[in-house]
């Protein structure tokens, strides 16, 4: 039987305590503790997060897990305008939208933010408004060169932003400035009801319609290559992400709803602990793979859910026992 040595290619240390950055599969001897550790990868949980004041669906979102934006949508009165912020515990309404709108898109953090296109159904028209978000109030800034409904977007503040896809399923992506949109190039399948993560110029596609897809497609900067699809095909689904190679999807129709959420390492999808609750169209915060933050969307029996859900991943330290 090979050894510890001939595996790894390292011997088994001794610490007094744990070391600072152990990789995972690394295992080490605690003097102090007097046992043998390990450290393993911890596939991730959902757990429970304050509702939203306003229970809705078909809203973006911005932020972190404990620092989000939710924004827009469509709640159980109707096409809302709603701003909530969320600290990590509860949700607090803040400053309106200047037009209330469902199916928008949306990107930042929780204090510079950016909310584009959408429906307003009493106009019956898809939209190109944009609007900035300073961390008060939203502004309204220059349109999408093409309006639109049901599209995805990345981007890490309200001056720097791409947008793509559409309904009917288009592959137009444009990108933000701070100052205006510029078309660059397109999706390489043209759909809407995606997800979308990262960040202006390092980006994931995934999913969408039309007929649930799993395709994936990450963004240079330039163009979009095709790379490997979700291991569950959905539309309507919930992303958030550092960059092309750091992500998580979660939630969606396929149908019917799904719980299933999946990681991204800049090659292949990773199914890892699903959500407590099934969303589709839900808002969605965060900025890794490891820590991720859902809420409102359709959850059975609810067609305009408040639930907030949060989702953490990442290795985690196990002491070796003989049984």
């Known amino acids: 039987m090979a050894d510890y040595k001939t595996i790894k290619g390292t011997k088994i240390q001794n610490y007094t305590t744990d070391p600072d950055n152990p990789l995972t599969g690394q295992v080490w001897y605690n003097e102090t503790d007097q046992v043998l550790k390990t450290l393993i990868f911890n596939p991730g949980s959902w757990s429970t997060g304050g509702d939203l004041n306003t229970g809705r669906r078909d809203l973006p979102g ?3 897990q404990t620092a989000a934006l939710g924004f827009g949508g469509t709640d159980s009165v109707g096409i809302t305008n709603i701003t909530e912020s969320y600290n990590g515990t509860s949700w607090t309404e803040v400053n309106d939208l200047n037009t209330a709108r469902q199916y928008l898109g949306g990107t930042g953090v929780q204090t510079s933010a950016l909310a584009f296109g959408g429906r307003n159904p009493p106009i019956a028209t898809n939209l ?14 220059n349109d999408l060169n093409t309006a639109r409904k049901q599209l995805a977007g990345s981007g890490t503040t309200n001056a720097s932003a791409l947008a793509f896809g559409q309904d009917p399923a288009g592959a137009l992506t444009e990108s933000w400035n701070g100052t205006s949109w510029t078309e660059v190039n397109d999706l390489n399948t043209g759909r809407h009801d995606l997800a979308g993560a990262g960040t202006q110029t390092s980006a994931l596609a995934a999913g969408g319609i039309p007929a649930p897809t799993g395709q994936t497609e990450s ?8 790379v490997n699809d979700l291991n569950t095909a959905r539309r309507e689904l919930g992303g958030k992400g550092a960059d092309n190679t750091n992500a998580v999807v979660f939630g969606g129709n396929i149908p019917p709803g799904t719980a299933a959420t999946e990681s991204w390492n800049g090659s292949s999808w990773t199914e890892v602990g699903d959500m407590t609750l099934y969303k589709n169209r839900p808002g969605s ?4 793979n490891t820590a991720a933050l859902a809420f409102g969307g359709e959850t059975a029996p609810s067609p305009f859910s408040a639930a907030t859900e949060e989702f953490n991943a990442g290795p985690l330290t196990k002491t070796i026992t003989s049984s």
């Not at 978000?133 to 800034?141: K, P």
């Open 62 to 64: 911005a932020g972190t």
């Open 128 to 141: 190109g408004q944009t609007e900035s978000w300073n961390g008060t109030s939203w502004t309204e800034v």
């Open 219 to 226: 963004w240079n900067g330039t163009s979009w290559t095709e």
């Open 285 to 288: 915060g965060g900025t890794t």
